[in-house]
């Protein structure tokens, strides 16, 4: 049998309550099944995002929009971004993983999709004219929230994930899904039952996606964890 080339793992994580955290319980969950990938991680709260303010969104905007070359300290001034972008474009399968804020997502997170969703190089055209494509890949976004939002009259409350699955498909990835914990401020019956449901929609999940035929006994090789600091 043929063997099948390792696919990349981009995991994409904000996870500020840590151990005490429900949503890195379903993290450890895709961990426990991931197989034959390289894996990558990113703590958003060790790597933090650029935000695009006034100079960089300029420098973003006349760059990959109008096609104007940059001066070097003006392309310094996205080089956060575009190392994020570069890991982005490089997975196979990306996972991010955050709690849900005021029905939405954190502004770390937020600020990490603006970061890496550029005109150019992860959507849309290139230079060369050539249209992007990110067929073939897959995108999970795994969520935990204090309340419940799968029902009215609270769906149209839901901003998080909903966001990040738009986010994906408007850059073309092929499989987009994504896993939302509710109910996790709820009574411990509830929080039980929804978070373990979750936890097997995330293993199963992983299950599809790694153990394919000729992945089932490659054990998961961790490449970094952390940030590396000679990044900008």
């Known amino acids: 049998m043929t063997s099948k080339r390792k696919s990349d793992t981009l995991i994409v994580k904000y996870i500020p309550r840590n ?5 890195k319980r379903l993290l450890d969950a ?6 034959n990938s390289d894996v990558e991680e990113i703590d ?12 960089n969104l300029l ?17 310094k001034l996205l080089s956060k971004m575009d190392r994020m972008a570069a890991k982005l474009k490089s997975a196979d399968i990306v996972v991010v993983v955050f709690p849900m804020y005021n029905f939405s997502m954190p502004a770390i997170v937020k600020a990490w999709f603006d970061s890496v969703m550029q005109k150019g190089v992860t959507f849309g055209e290139r230079k060369d004219g050539q249209i992007i494509s990110n ?6 976004t795994l969520i935990s929230s204090g309340g419940v939002y ?36 709820m009574n411990e019956e509830v929080k039980q039952t929804n978070l373990n449901k979750s936890i097997r929609q995330v293993r199963s999940i992983a299950r ?3 153990r394919e035929e000729g992945y089932d006994s490659m054990p998961v090789n961790v490449i970094s964890k952390k940030r590396s600091f000679g990044d900008v």
């Open 208 to 210: 599809e996606w790694y």
């Open 135 to 140: 067929a073939g890949k897959k995108a999970l």
């Open 150 to 185: 799968g029902n009215e009259p609270f769906s149209g409350r839901e901003h998080a994930l909903s966001l990040s699955n738009l986010e994906f498909q408007f850059m073309g990835y092929s499989d987009v899904r994504g896993v939302l914990s509710e109910g996790m401020a």
């Open 44 to 55: 958003l709260s060790d790597d933090i995002p650029d935000m695009f303010l006034r100079d």
């Open 59 to 75: 420098a973003y905007l006349n760059r990959n929009f109008l096609g104007q070359e940059l001066s070097p300290e003006e392309e």
């Open 19 to 23: 151990e005490r955290s429900n949503t």
């Open 30 to 35: 895709l961990r426990e099944e991931i197989r």
